[in-house]
Nanobody, 125 residues
Framework: QVQLVESGGGLVQAGGSLRVSCTASGRTFVSYSMAWFRQAPGKERDFVAAISWHGFNTYYADSVKGRFTISRDNVKNTVYLQMNSLKPEDTAVYYC??????????????????WGQGTQVTVSS
């Protein structure tokens, strides 16, 4: 079973930037699409961004397009989410997820079988 560990969350002012990371244990990273989701208090978990196993394809929610960038390093077994021009409405717990296989595109919660524990991102106004 793969273990996903997120890091890099924190408190940032509106307009600022933050990068969150997710590192996978074991040799169970390269062949899978990866994604970031987020969940604000009292709301459903929403898709943020996804990246194909080779990193050549990316896909973003409309709400973050142009502000967030997903990337991956298959040598380090790590996926990143660079968040720029942050807004208070970006405040949420951010989760990384690994797909069931290397299928693409993927953006539904049901496409992903492994999840991290989440990292809190808070954007103050």
């Amino acid at each position: 079973q793969v273990q996903l560990v997120e890091s890099g969350g924190g408190l940032v002012q509106a307009g600022g930037s933050l990068r969150v990371s997710c590192t996978a244990s074991g040799r169970t990273f390269v062949s899978y699409s990866m994604a970031w989701f987020r969940q604000a208090p009292g709301k459903e978990r929403d898709f943020v961004a996804a990246i194909s196993w080779h990193g050549f394809n990316t896909y973003y929610a409309d709400s973050v397009k142009g502000r967030f960038t997903i990337s991956r390093d298959n040598v380090k077994n790590t996926v990143y989410l660079q968040m720029n021009s942050l807004k208070p409405e970006d405040t949420a717990v951010y989760y990384c997820a690994r797909s069931y296989d290397g299928s693409w595109p993927v953006s539904q919660i049901t496409d992903f079988g492994s999840w991290g524990q989440g990292t809190q991102v808070t954007v103050s106004s």
